[in-house]
Every structure is written in structure tokens, then in C-alpha cells.
């Protein structure tokens, strides 16, 4: 099964479908983007993207309301913060790192990671 990704005129998601593989395939029963986006649009009309769940293609699975990014060829998840960066990988990231000795939570007015308790409240 493949999975495409119909996106609006601002490359946003607006659904994900799993379309069958024979959907898919060229006479030789090779899998072709361009033969499922073709059914999908005889199906449906709109743009569509193939996408993958274990990131094969556009490095991360579409999601509802993720954008597709045609400059890196990937679909990026909607930004959590503001002062977030995307990366190569295509994942948003704290212009802090997280450390690794605990569980915390993103303070986006501190700039910082606040350290949680076993239960998930912050820690005072």
C-alpha cells in the first residue's frame, strides 16, 4: 500500500489516504509517484505528494495540517515555538538543546527547558 498526501494551494495537508499498489504501478508493477498521483486526481482532483510512514520519501510522514516544504522536498510538521528552527532532517528544534537526564517541558519565555517531575508537573 502507498500513502499520498493531498495538499491546498499553501502546501497544507488536508488529508492522508493509503491507495492500493496495483494504483500504483507501471506495467512492470513498479511502484511510480506520478501513476498514484494521477489516480488520485482522477479520484478527487487537488495536488498530491506521495509520503511514507517510515520516512522514506519527504523524510517525515504527512500529517494533518504539516506543510509540504518544496525546497527541501519534505513535509515539516507544524512549528511548536516560535523561536524554533527547522533542520536538515526536517524537525523543528529548541535554539537550546534538551539535556538528557530527565524529563523536561519548553519554557518558550525563558528560552529554556524546565525540569518535570516523575508525575509530568513541573518541578519548583
Known sequence: ?????E?????VVQR????ANKDTA???GNEVEAIGVAFCQKLFGGNWKQ???NGNIRKNYAG???TYNADIDAF????????????????????VPMPDDGM??????SQSWVALSESGSLTV
Not at 500500500?1 to 498526501?5: G, S
Not at 523536561?104 to 519565555?109: A, G, I, K, Q, R
Open 7 to 11: 495538499i491546498d494551494s499553501n502546501g
Open 26 to 28: 507501471d506495467a512492470n
Open 104 to 109: 523536561y517541558s519548553w519554557d518558550e519565555d
Open 51 to 53: 509520503t511514507s510512514y
Open 1 to 5: 500500500m502507498a500513502h499520498f498526501a
Open 64 to 66: 494533518l495540517g504539516y
Open 76 to 95: 515539516v510538521p507544524p512549528k511548536p515555538y516560535s523561536s524554533w528552527s527547522l533542520n536538515a532532517d526536517a524537525q523543528w528544534e529548541a535554539p
Open 16 to 19: 492522508v489516504i493509503v491507495v
